[in-house]
Structure formats: structure tokens, C-alpha cells
């Protein structure tokens, strides 16, 4: 009997293949058949029940589903416009740093380094109503006569969290757009000057023009990164108060590990990973059209 010989490339991939498999293939498919199940983890052999697309339908005719994505999109908004500006700001500063320069771009890096459970809890003591650094800081100044409840009031928790992640992942549209600014040829910039343009002009006409294919990448990569946000908000306000800043991935988490609806929630969770999906193909749009106007192609 003549053995089964396989390729010397598929040898080399097996073991790989194997723990994927193990780790992440299996895993999807089970979670995505048990979204069309009435699977409880109470109940261990109603993974068996199968309830076609009633999960997913219950998902897309819930409030607090859409609440919950509605309150995604507004710190998916608002953190990265001003995460764009903020490491825009810091590219360009530290761009023109002649002494020094390699220092600050390693120290730009550090809040990125930190692990997102850490910097919850990080924030939520400098957060905390009696003992909170900002609130001691504005007592001290006389700024104000009482303690602010940043954690508890819901407009303020959500205002936290969004400082919380606008911290930790400036750094990464610094750090793009940086390249971004080392990547662009000089000559359109000396040709803008000759031309009489002021810096303003040079800036929105040639330097802002290149930046923007850096910009939409960090934007893809940071929009996956809220969209799926979960260990800051649940460090810091476990959803409260009141549901009040409770998003996508914490509704699913609750969901699932709480309430015990582990089909349910894995429905929420295939229609989250859809809508995630969805801003990257349109950030990826954005990016191919912005190297088309410059004559990049792809």
C-alpha cells in the first residue's frame, strides 16, 4: 500500500493549521451554529434546540441592542476624530524636533503599550468621586466646592471613557501620520513655497493630501478596536448607571455570561462583527480613493 506523501510547505503549516483550528475555527463555528439555537448556559442541551433566525431577529427589533449601538457609534465618532487631530498635532510637533526626536517617538508609544484592563482601572481611580486625582485637582485649584460624579452621572461616565481611550490610542495615528510625514517628497513642498503659498496653504493643498492614506489606515485599524471596546467600559463603569454607557460587546457580554443567553448573545455578537465590518470596507474606500488622487493606485 503506497503511502500518503504530503508537500514539504504543508508539513510546515500542519501544526499551525491544527492549533487555528483548535483555537479559532472550531470556536466560530460553534458560536455561529448556537446563534440559531436557544443555547443557555444553564442548560447545556438547549444547544440542540433550533430556532432558526428567531435570535437574530429579536436582535434587530431590540431597543437596547440599538441603544447599545447607537452609543458605539457616538464614542466611535468622537474618539476618533479626536484621536486624528490629537496625533495629528503630536506628529507634527515632534516632526520638528531637531534634538531628541527618537526619545519622544518611543515615549509616544508608551500609553499603547499598557494593557486596556489596566488603563480601566488606571481611570477609574483618577476618575473616582472621593479619592480621584481630577476631582483633588479641581478642589485644590478652587475650581469647584465638591466632588464631581464622573463614574455615576451617565453623560460624564460616557465623557470618561471616551478620555479613557482617546489616551491610549492617540499614539497610533501619531505614530502613522509621523510616517506619513517622513514619506512625503519634498519637492511639492519647495514647489508650493516658490509658488508663495503660506505654511496654512502648504499644509491643506500638499502635506494634508499625502497624510490622508495614513490617516484612513489608522482610522480602519482604531474603528475595529472601539467597535468590538469591552475591558475599559467594564473596568470603569460595568455599563452603568443605568445602562447609560453600556455598548455593543458589553450588552453581548452581559448577555451571555449573565443573563445566561448564550445563543441570543452570540446572534448580537455575528451582527456586531457585520457592523465592524461594514466602517473598515468604508475606511479601506476612503484610503483607495485618497492614493488614487494621488496617483498611487493601490
Known sequence: ??????????????????????????????S??????????????SIFNWVGLFNYEKAVTDVKFWAAFGRTVLLLAVALNLE??????IA???????????????????PMMFSPILVGFQFKFIFNDNVGLVNNALQSLGITDRAIPWLVDGNLAMFSI?????????????????????????????????????????????????????????????????ARAYDIVQIMTNGGPAR??????????????????????NAMGYI?????????VYFFKKLTKSRQELGMGM
Do not use: N
Not at 436557544?38 to 447545556?44: A, C, E, G, H, I
Not at 501620520?177 to 499644509?203: H, M, N, W
Open 32 to 45: 455561529l451554529y448556537s446563534s440559531f439555537t436557544s443555547y443557555r448556559l444553564t442548560r447545556p442541551d
Open 272 to 280: 456586531s462583527i457585520f457592523l465592524a465590518i461594514f466602517f473598515t
Open 84 to 89: 486624528m487631530l490629537l496625533g495629528l498635532g
Open 244 to 265: 447609560r454607557t453600556e455598548l455593543l460587546w458589553t450588552l453581548i457580554g452581559r448577555t451571555g455570561y449573565v443573563d445566561a443567553r448564550m445563543g441570543y448573545a
Open 1 to 30: 500500500m503506497k503511502r500518503l506523501k504530503l508537500p514539504p510547505w504543508l508539513v510546515l503549516l500542519l501544526p499551525a493549521i491544527i492549533i487555528l483550528s483548535a483555537v479559532v475555527l472550531i470556536p466560530l463555528v460553534l
Open 92 to 110: 507634527i510637533m515632534v516632526s520638528k524636533v531637531t534634538r531628541g526626536q527618537r526619545l519622544l517617538r518611543t515615549m509616544m508609544m508608551f
Open 162 to 226: 471616551i478620555f479613557a481611550e482617546v489616551w491610549t490610542s492617540t499614539s497610533v495615528f501619531g505614530i502613522l501620520i509621523l510616517a506619513g510625514l517622513y514619506a512625503i517628497p519634498r519637492d511639492p513642498l519647495e514647489a508650493a513655497k516658490v509658488d508663495g503659498c503660506t505654511s496654512l496653504q502648504s499644509f491643506r493643498y500638499v502635506t494634508l493630501p499625502f497624510l490622508m492614506p495614513f490617516i484612513y489606515i489608522a482610522m480602519a485599524i482604531r474603528s475595529l478596536d472601539v
